[in-house]
């Protein structure tokens, strides 16, 4: 099958290039598209399949040459759909474009389960969860390093929730603390960093306000290293992991961050649990395991042969 990969903005580490390579893994045809090409090559059906991918800015299904379109052969897989479903500087919304595709014929994946729930509550019925994941050849647990940070972080520090929070563990007596932030460390950078640390530290974006339950890529990535994760609660981490796990525990505030993560980190069961978070990754989250389930979506929902 020959799928085209819609993305507004495309760098090398963002979750098309990984989409493309699960895609490719499995037998497709598959490119990474740029709006003009997505547009053009939509009016002319050269794919088979539109799988679009949600970037930082977003693709418009409203564009004049494809606003008359059906879109039954389009997909969009949405990231930060809680941030932008009605953002009026975001043109179009969100919301707007996954109302495009319930009414001329695509389908809507959705990377958090409270968005699909969104969708769903708005009467948009060609909704499914599809939650991230990580490629494990780039985020590898080899080779094996010395630890020499007590928590890492990898991630862009672009509000102020976060921000806040990493700020407390870059001066919490006694921690080392090993931080990539704004965009210094990508694919394998990030992975070779979260290698020398004992514990990988996530953290939704938008922390402390109502959005602010998603299980970004970093969940996955970080296990992906072999290395067991101290995360934030949030409710669908229960619908990921329905029984308990060794390798991730969780933090519910900014007060018990600290205490948790003291205890997680003198405990020996927790500490040597990577492993098994790896293993998790392998069977049930790496990308090429996500294309699986998508195209499965797609046959039954008529959008692919």
């Not at 564009?63 to 479903?85: C, G, M, T």
């Not at 020996?268 to 790896?278: D, E, H, K």
Request: hydrophobic letters at 40%; charged letters at 20%.
């Amino acid at each position: 099958m020959k799928i085209g990969i819609p993305v507004a903005q495309f760098h090398p580490g963002n979750t098309a290039e990984y989409v493309c390579s699960a895609l490719a893994e499995l037998g497709h045809e598959a490119v990474i598209l740029a709006p003009a090409q997505f547009y053009r090559d939509l009016k002319e059906q050269r794919c088979d399949l539109f799988f679009c991918v949600d970037s930082g800015e977003p693709l418009n299904m409203a564009e004049a040459s494809i606003a008359q379109l059906p879109l039954d052969r389009v997909a969009f897989w949405f990231i930060d759909y809680r941030h932008n479903k009605d953002r009026l500087t975001r043109t179009p919304p969100d919301a707007e474009t996954a109302r495009a595709l319930q009414q001329r014929g695509g389908w809507i994946f959705q990377s958090q389960y409270e968005d699909q729930q969104d969708c769903l509550g708005q009467g948009m019925t060609r909704v499914s969860w599809l939650p991230l994941a990580a490629d494990p050849k780039v985020w590898s647990d080899t080779p094996i390093v010395p630890k020499d940070f007590h928590l890492g972080f990898v991630g862009n520090v672009w509000d102020a929730g976060r921000k806040q929070v990493l700020e407390l563990l870059l001066r919490t007596a006694g921690l080392k603390f090993g931080f990539q932030g704004h965009g210094k460390a990508w694919k394998e950078d990030g992975a070779a960093l979260l290698r020398r640390c004992l514990v990988g530290f996530n953290i939704s974006s938008f922390y402390g306000q109502p959005v602010a339950f998603d299980i970004n890529m970093r969940v996955f990535e970080t296990l992906s290293c072999a290395v067991p994760l101290f995360t934030n609660s949030v409710p669908a981490l229960k619908r990921l992991f329905p029984e308990p796990v060794p390798f991730v525990r969780t933090y519910d505030s900014i007060e018990t961050l600290i205490p948790r993560l003291r205890e997680a980190l003198s405990d020996p069961t927790f500490v040597r649990s990577g492993a098994l978070g790896r293993e998790y990754i392998l069977k049930n989250a790496t990308y090429t395991a996500r294309m699986c389930e998508a195209i499965t979506v797609l046959q039954g929902a008529g959008v692919v042969g």
